[in-house]
């Protein structure tokens, strides 16, 4: 499968964005997905998560209440609404597959990853 991030770009505190990533290769709907991110000098950690059907969602505790992930089947499409942005979502913001979106909340089970978009938050 491959995945292909767009939507990021520089942000005012407080400010919103909202990311894009595209799925193609294979069936989008059997799957979870999930955006991860990394700033620099640290890990890469888990933001949000859906699964296949869509009815639940996972989130990190530092974007509950600010970010929505969300998923369109008819356009094997995944988005992350971020909204009230803050210095600290600075980072390189990347889509992923996965077996199953708690597992992904747990950095497990993850199988294909987009090349990522930056996401630059100023104050």
């Known amino acids: 499968v491959e995945l292909v991030e767009s939507g990021g770009g520089l942000a005012a505190v407080g400010g919103s964005l909202n990311l894009s990533c595209l799925a193609s290769?294979?069936?989008?709907?059997?799957?979870?997905m999930g955006w991860f991110r990394q700033a620099p000098g640290k890990e890469r950690e888990f933001v949000a998560a859906?699964?296949?059907?869509?009815?639940?969602?996972y989130y990190a505790d530092s974007v509950k209440g600010r970010f929505t992930i969300s998923r369109d089947g008819a356009k094997n499409t995944v988005y992350l609404q971020m909204d009230s942005l803050k210095p600290e979502d600075t980072a390189v913001y990347y889509c992923?597959?996965?077996?199953?979106?708690?597992?992904?909340?747990?950095?497990?089970?993850?199988?294909?990853w987009g090349q990522g978009t930056q996401v630059t938050v100023s104050s």
């Open positions: 859906v699964p296949w059907s869509g009815l639940s969602t």
């Open positions: 992923a597959e996965g077996s199953s979106a708690q597992r992904m909340s747990h950095m497990d089970g993850l199988s294909s």
């Open positions: 290769g294979r069936p989008f709907s059997t799957y979870a």
